[in-house]
């Protein structure tokens, strides 16, 4: 099988685009900041992924970026980034600690001298100014020439991210089928008697088997904790009648994909089936919504209107729909208020969610592609499993 990834003309293309968007805003430096944690922007477009460190890449009018890492990830670094020109700083060492850690063979430079390559540039945007600690982005700004301005940029990387290449829906394609084979085999796992935690590691399991690079989260809550919204696993049992909101979230070459289907394990009462119905229902109507050039927010109304009719608006907690990417929900995550329109090449999740019912809390969520027709599913087996339940009332992998 050939791997799908992004290849390196596409992150040069992502850079020119970048400047294009820079120009326009008079922007001479767009500085890209990531960790271990935010990486989406650094990953976008260097590939860079830290561990434990901090990284950047610096994207001026000419040339190519130039990324920042720190010693200890310095040999993934370059095993992953798009960039050969990269340079060490010591304030993007380890994240999580205060302490200055001695790196004696580390071949230092710092933001000074770096910035100094550029000239007397005016005015710098940072990407991932609400991710980045008060000490770096001070040491960043007393490095700076005179008078250079700076200026947030995160809303550059987000315009650049919202429609999607054909490589970037092949990545999210392959994260959807290994977390379809994840998910299936929670849900051969979810027994009476077993834990949350034993439905976790199947799931674990299975997606890392199938070729994910990381599990961002499972979540897995059964019973009484359903209403606890995005439960971790625990150590419950799961017993009879008990229903469980199990959401998978599986990364591939830096894209996320993520699915959730509501389910019940051994005897299942109608109030429970007749709450799955609802969810099953409102996601029927969101997708009646998801076409290039209709409106965002008229899906989010829609939805909203169902859950009124039912009466149990009081239960909806947050919008049903979210761009996925880089991130696990990015924009767009339009609202009743959001102006904008779906366009074809976004790509999305429905979270068609109801929390605190008295007969259950769960969500429906999939990755889906919006084309000019309507949408196209990058989950095979969300749809699968709403048209066993449309059909029988149940979900056959459970039987």
């Known amino acids: 099988m050939v791997k799908v990834m992004i290849p390196p003309a596409e992150f040069a293309e992502r850079v020119e ?15 890209i900041y990531g960790d271990e944690y935010r990486k989406e922007n650094l990953r976008y477009i260097s590939n860079y992924w830290p561990i434990f460190e901090r990284g950047a890449a610096i994207v001026s009018m000419e040339g190519e970026p130039i990324v920042l890492a720190a010693p200890e990830g310095e040999m993934v670094c370059r095993e992953m980034s798009a960039w050969p020109d990269i340079r060490m700083v010591p304030d993007f060492a380890c994240v999580t600690v205060p302490d200055e ?45 005179d008078h250079a301005e700076v200026v947030d940029g995160n809303d550059l990387l987000f315009q650049l991210r919202m429609k999607k290449s ?4 092949a ?15 929670l849900l051969k796992e979810a027994k009476i008697g077993r ?24 979540l897995v809550s059964s019973g009484q904790r359903v209403n606890s919204i995005i439960g971790r696993a625990t150590d419950k049992v799961i017993e009879d009648g008990d229903m469980v909101m199990a959401a998978l979230s599986v990364q591939y070459q830096g894209y996320v994909a993520t699915i959730n289907f509501p389910f019940v394990v051994g005897r299942m009462s ?6 799955i119905d609802l969810l099953i229902q409102a996601e029927d109507i969101a997708l009646a919504h998801l076409k290039a050039g209709e409106s965002q927010s008229e899906l989010v109304k829609a939805v909203k209107a169902y859950f009124e009719k039912q009466q149990v608006s009081q239960y909806d907690l947050y919008p049903p ?31 068609i969610s109801l929390f605190g019912h008295p007969h259950g809390s769960n969500r429906i969520e999939e990755c889906l592609i919006v084309t000019e027709q ?8 969300v749809r699968q499993l709403s048209k066993e339940w449309k059909e029988r009332g149940s979900i056959q992998v459970l039987k």
């Open 321 to 351: 729909l979210h761009g996925c990417g880089v991130a696990e929900a990015e924009s767009p995550y339009p609202n009743e208020r959001t102006t904008g329109v779906f366009e074809a090449g976004m790509t999305v999740n429905t979270d």
């Open 101 to 145: 850690i001695e790196y004696p063979h580390a071949n230092y430079t710092n933001f000074k001298a770096v910035f100094q390559r550029f000239g007397q540039f005016r005015k710098m945007a940072i990407v991932g100014l609400d991710a980045m600690s008060h000490d770096v982005l001070l040491t960043i700004k007393n490095s700076l020439p």
């Open 374 to 381: 309507g949408y196209e599913p990058m989950s095979k087996l």
């Open 270 to 275: 109608n109030e429970q089936k007749a709450f």
């Open 17 to 31: 685009r970048l400047r294009s968007l820079m120009k326009s805003q008079g922007i001479d430096i767009c500085f």
């Open 195 to 218: 834990t949350e935690k034993q439905l976790s590691a199947a799931a674990h399991d299975a997606a890392f088997r199938e070729g994910a690079e990381l599990i961002p989260f499972c």
């Open 166 to 169: 054909t490589n970037e829906i």
């Open 171 to 185: 990545c999210l394609k392959e994260a959807a089928r290994i977390a379809d084979a994840g998910y299936e085999a």
